[in-house]
């Protein structure tokens, strides 16, 4: 008797889905880190290194969550070009400020489709939510710290 546990078509999909936006945010991130220019840039620069790291590890702990579940990830470039919920990002010089907003901004909605497939996911496999909660903690950890960037008391 085989105890592996297969996921449902719309576990698959919510997986494949978060999967897409974080290799995307992770993604971004670097087109970010290598084009904001301006006052500030060094420590932004390193932040975004961060978020980089945080978003490419959380996709792999997806990816392979995905395949103990039976599930065959697709990270191929075409694949994310047309299925992120992301925002595409800007391919010119970025300043410092419109970068922290761009950037929290893409952090915001990765983390909203988080948000939103959660519950779903929870019902049919609690520690695949468990890691849900795991990257949305992150996430929202890294759009407060960037965002700091740009606020003034």
């Known amino acids: 008797m085989s105890t ?9 999909g919510y997986l494949q889905r978060v999967l897409i936006d974080l290799i995307d945010l992770h993604l971004q991130g670097k087109q970010a880190h290598w084009n904001v220019t301006g006052r500030g840039f060094r420590s932004l620069h390193l932040q975004l290194d961060e978020l980089v790291a945080i978003a490419r590890e959380e996709s ?21 070009a047309a299925t992120s919920d992301l925002t595409a990002y800007p391919a010119d010089l970025v300043s410092v400020t419109d970068t922290v907003d761009n950037i929290v901004e893409r952090i915001n909605q990765t983390v909203a489709v988080i948000r939103e497939v959660h ?3 929870d019902a049919e496999d609690p520690a695949t939510a468990d890691l849900l909660n795991n990257t949305i903690s992150q996430l929202e950890q890294q759009a407060w710290m960037i965002a700091s960037q740009n606020l003034e008391v």
């Open 60 to 80: 792999d702990v997806i990816a392979e969550r995905m395949r103990a579940l039976q599930v065959v990830p697709d990270g191929r470039t075409e694949t994310i």
């Open 119 to 121: 519950s779903d996911v």
């Open 4 to 12: 592996r546990t297969t996921a449902s078509e719309k576990l698959r």
